[in-house]
């Protein structure tokens, strides 16, 4: 029975060393990793038309979407400082005492500014 368990393990050490020789060299089964990243792809990542490709190259859509991100930067932004302002009213404390506490940056204390908010035309399409 010892016999039978120790070829057992060392079968599995042989499998194992083999394994991480693969990995080492990079010589994985391309074509299963290949199926698998169309898989995913095709799941999550559907192909885009010529008109989606052509709207979203569009210099109005872009300055759209930056307003967008730039709004959702900002509400989340608030959030957060209303979270720190209501703690450190609870804890009796400055805010700036609980940032370093919890270990938050700012965007000021980082040097990262919001950009402006971009002029959208009105002009409809023809």
């Given amino acids: 029975q010892l016999a039978a368990a120790e ?8 499998s194992l060393t083999k394994v991480k020789e693969r990995i080492r060299l990079g010589t994985v089964d391309d074509g ?5 990243k169309k898989l995913v792809l095709s799941r999550f990542h559907k192909p885009k038309s010529a008109a ?3 709207r979203e190259r569009c210099p109005r859509y872009k300055k759209t979407r930056i307003n967008a991100m730039r709004d959702e930067w900002r509400k989340r932004k608030d959030k957060c400082m209303t ?7 609870a ?3 400055k805010p700036k ?3 370093k506490l919890m270990d938050i940056e700012t965007d000021e204390a980082t040097g990262v500014t919001m950009p402006p ?6 002009k ?3």
């Fill in 97 to 99: 005492d609980v940032m």
């Fill in 124 to 126: 409809k399409r023809k």
């Fill in 83 to 89: 979270f720190v302002d209501q703690m450190a009213d």
């Fill in 32 to 36: 299963v990793v290949q199926k698998k």
């Fill in 52 to 54: 989606q490709l052509a």
């Fill in 91 to 93: 804890m009796e404390k």
């Fill in 7 to 14: 070829k057992e393990i060392s079968m599995l050490n042989d």
């Fill in 117 to 122: 908010k971009h002029n959208i035309d009105s």
